[in-house]
């Protein structure tokens, strides 16, 4: 986001905010500009989005430095989101097939069930060979879902396509 910094203020009339955030109103840019000198501060435009644009009077130099810091504050929040590392979560994707064998399927049921108890997310997803095993696939998820419920919860509903069915597990 750009910063705009007294001189480069081109609004006739701004929203005016002072030093410790109590509102002024809607005064002329020079009033403002006049304003900003006499404290030897600087006056900053915060939005383009409005008519008048927001403004505040800010110390010389922390207008530059608000939005680098609010950039860092953003990163670091993504990446202790993402297990404090930096790096995203995955989620783990089971597949199945719209005619699974009960082994298979008990042997899948295990994995999923293992993952929502460590507390990470599952992408349970059934293949169909075609339209018409569309539907064996949505029994298939909505089986697992029935065995899954005491250790997790749809994230997203089932959605299903021509070529099967998916459907994202958190865990309670």
């Given at each position: 986001?750009?910063?705009?910094?007294n001189e480069q203020i081109r609004a006739?009339?701004?929203l005016l905010t002072g030093l410790n955030g109590?509102?002024?109103g809607i005064v002329t840019r020079e009033e403002a500009l006049a304003m900003a000198k006499s404290k030897k501060v600087d006056l900053v435009c915060?939005?383009?989005?409005s008519s008048p644009p927001p403004c505040s009077l800010m110390a010389k130099g922390k207008a530059k430095a608000t939005p680098q810091k609010e950039s860092a504050t953003a990163r670091k929040g993504k990446s202790q989101q993402a297990g404090g590392n930096g790096r995203q979560e995955k989620?783990?994707?089971?597949r199945f097939s719209a005619h699974i064998e009960q082994h298979d399927y008990d042997?899948?049921?295990?994995?999923a069930d293992k993952h929502l108890r460590?507390?990470?997310p599952v992408q349970l997803v059934v293949k169909a060979s075609g339209a018409k095993e569309g539907a064996a696939a949505k029994k298939v998820l909505e089986l697992l879902l029935s065995e899954l419920k005491e250790v997790g919860s749809k994230e997203t509903g089932i959605q299903t396509s021509g070529k099967g069915s998916q459907v994202k597990l958190i865990p309670r």
């Open positions: 986001m750009a910063v705009l910094i006739s009339e701004v109590e509102a002024i915060t939005s383009l989005m989620v783990k994707e089971l042997t899948k049921l295990r994995q460590s507390g990470k």
